[in-house]
């Protein structure tokens, strides 16, 4: 399996930006994906999830109400819509994907198999 994700930019504070994640192979409906971020000196941390087929999905608090993840399997796609950027948003951000991952292990970088490249997200104040 392999994750390219796109999308990264630069926006001022209160914009918005769309990343995709194009996930490559076969079984796309059985993997739940989820997207985290990484800014410079911190730890990577959740952002939000989906889980298989298309069915619930998750938030960090940070984000809940102005990210929205989706996943098209007709498209082996998973995006995150991004409103109401705020400077602490700046990152990088990485698309993940496992097929074994269970509800408790959503939110932990650590249980992800499957890593995307990463794309810049810079908001400006």
Same mark, same amino acid.
């Given at each position: 399996?392999?994750?390219?994700?796109?999308?990264? @930019? &630069?926006?001022?504070? @209160?914009?918005? &930006?769309?990343?995709?994640?194009?996930?490559? @192979?076969?079984?796309?409906?059985?993997?739940? &994906?989820?997207? $985290?971020?990484?800014?410079?000196?911190?730890?990577?941390? $959740?952002? %939000?999830?989906?889980?298989?087929?298309? @069915?619930?999905?998750?938030? %960090?608090?940070?984000?809940?109400?102005?990210?929205?993840?989706?996943?098209?399997?007709?498209?082996?796609?998973?995006?995150? #819509?991004?409103?109401?950027?705020?400077?602490?948003?700046?990152?990088?951000?990485?698309?993940?994907?496992?097929?074994?991952?269970?509800?408790?292990?959503?939110?932990?970088?650590?249980?992800?198999?499957?890593?995307? #490249?990463?794309? #810049?997200?810079?908001?400006?104040?």
């Amino acid at each position: 399996v392999q994750l390219q994700a796109s999308g990264g @930019g &630069l926006v001022q504070a @209160g914009g918005s &930006l769309r990343l995709s994640c194009v996930v490559s @192979g076969s079984t796309f409906s059985s993997y739940v &994906l989820a997207w $985290f971020r990484q800014a410079p000196g911190k730890e990577r941390e $959740f952002v %939000a999830g989906v889980a298989r087929r298309g @069915g619930n999905t998750y938030y %960090a608090d940070s984000v809940k109400g102005r990210f929205t993840i989706t996943r098209d399997n007709a498209k082996n796609t998973v995006n995150l #819509q991004m409103n109401s950027l705020k400077a602490e948003d700046t990152a990088y951000y990485y698309c993940a994907a496992d097929r074994s991952i269970i509800y408790s292990e959503y939110t932990n970088a650590g249980s992800y198999d499957h890593w995307g #490249q990463g794309t #810049q997200v810079t908001v400006s104040s």
